[in-house]
């Protein structure tokens, strides 16, 4: 059970970190924040270190984040530690460690989750993960669920375009189910929506990310929650992961702070000169 009380926890910040996020605004922080952790092989490669030494320093990375998230009372934290691409493309000795790194993460770190009043979550296609990975998983999460402070989502196996064609498949059963035998299948599709799909995602449960955090400088998504993070704003940091810490973190909130969410609609742009559209189109 959780040993952190509702109190602020912001005094347990760093020096640093309390600095930057006196430069945030609290009523405007993001409620959920996904992470693309990328770039512990080229943080390995300019040390002339093997890439798992890389995966071991962003394990550490891991818990800094996920500490500063709870201080700040993030309820949200996401973070992409496994694709499904990972597990096909890369060799399986790096995929075997990385199981056995994310093993060894759960156990040593439980007792700090539960510190710091954090819960642990899954999303992806746990089922096709090894054995003994899935057990320690469901062991870290039932040590956890009771928290009630930051949910830590840990995307295992992840892919998104995977997640939405089995969400469409599982929202037009359903749909099909409770209207069987009444519509034709142009009617059943036509009744499928937005919302159908959204509630048939691993996700149904949380709100979409306000804020995408990519380290190592790449422009990508890499089939990272592709539906969900339809108005998220983009933060793209040229570190390495594992040299990603809670400041770095903070740095990211106080960007997507500079940034107006417009969710599709009009920006603030200043008053213009009044011309009607047909003049416009008359050229
Ligand atoms: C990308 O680095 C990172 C990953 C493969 C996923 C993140 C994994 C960790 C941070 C390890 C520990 C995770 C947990 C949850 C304990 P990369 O190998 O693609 O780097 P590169 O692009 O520089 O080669």
Redesign the pocket.
Known sequence: MSTVTALSRINELSKDELAMYRQLDPEQLPKHVAII?????????QRRLQ?FL???Q??E??QYVVETASRIDLPWLT?????LE?NLR?PET?VSF?MR??R???VNNVKRMNENNVRIAYIGRIKDLPQEVQETMQWAAEQTARNTGTTLT?A?NYGARVEIVDAVRDALSKIAAEWSGQLSLEELLGKLSEQHISKALYTAHMPDPDLVIRT?G?MRISNFLLWQIAYSEIYVTER???DFRGLHFLEAIREYQCRERRFGGLGNTPKAKAVEPEQILAH
């Not at 952790?37 to 490669?45: H, S, V, Y």
């Not at 973070?79 to 694709?83: E, N, T």
Request: no cysteine; glycine share 14%; charged share 15%.
């Open positions: 952790m990328d770039g512990n092989g080229r943080w390995a490669g890439r890389g995966h071991q962003g394990a990375s891991v973070l992409y530690a496994f694709s990972n890369r790096e990385l790194l994310l060894t993460y759960l840990l295992l190592s790449e390495f992961w594992p």
